[in-house]
């Protein structure tokens, strides 16, 4: 949210759209706060989908936020409307089944600088749509050094030898907690933050 908020003070177009759940995502205040700049379909997930790829090929930055529950009912609007003609919408999305979607850049956020990143990445670019996973625990922070998500690449967490963890997303804490009951059997792991849930 105050990602958005940044934008729109800056004069940034941009439209927030839902499906009937703003409160998942914290969009109530949001909604009354910038009613322009807000849109709720209702229950109707594939015509979130579907408006949000029409707006972000007009030119206007549409961030369209899904909860994953749900979004299988838009699965054809993904492929179709976003991905086939790659309009360049971002998809905030609160779990994830999307990493087989083509034309797509799939990342998933471990902390809240990796969102950010991911964000103005996504926000700055104009050639795919962009599934943006959050975890379902709170965002931790966690300094990160990539900011440039238009190529598959990782970051090493922890460098080790013989074994490697990937932790995608909610999944790296886990990974650095199973690493550590490994080195505990004299075992060196190196643990990896993938970013990518795909690979486009």
Do not use: C
Not at 76 to 85: E, F, I, R, S, V
Not at 117 to 129: D, G, S, T
């Amino acid at each position: 949210l105050d990602f958005m908020e940044e934008k729109l003070a800056k004069g940034d177009n941009l439209i927030a759209i839902n499906a009937a759940i703003p409160m998942f995502f914290g969009l109530s205040q949001f909604a009354k706060n910038h009613p322009k700049n807000y849109v709720d379909g209702g229950i109707a997930e594939q015509y979130t989908v579907t408006l949000g790829g029409a707006i972000a090929a007009a030119g206007t930055r549409a961030i369209i936020f899904q909860n994953a529950t749900f979004l299988q009912r838009a699965y054809d609007q993904l492929n179709h409307d976003l991905a086939l003609n790659k309009e360049p919408a971002i998809v905030i999305i609160s779990n994830s089944q999307t990493s087989n979607i083509p034309n797509v850049i799939d990342l998933a956020a471990t902390s809240e600088e990796d969102l950010f990143a991911m964000l103005n990445w996504a926000y700055n670019q104009h050639e795919h749509p962009v599934f943006i996973h959050l975890p379902e625990h709170t965002l931790e922070n966690r300094p990160t050094k990539i900011t440039d998500f238009s190529k598959p690449q990782y970051e090493v967490v922890k460098s080790g030898e013989k074994v490697a963890i990937l932790g995608l997303g909610a999944m790296l804490e886990k990974a650095e907690n199973v690493a550590e009951e490994l080195e505990k059997s004299g075992f060196n792991p190196t643990v990896v933050n993938p970013f990518f849930a795909n690979l486009l």
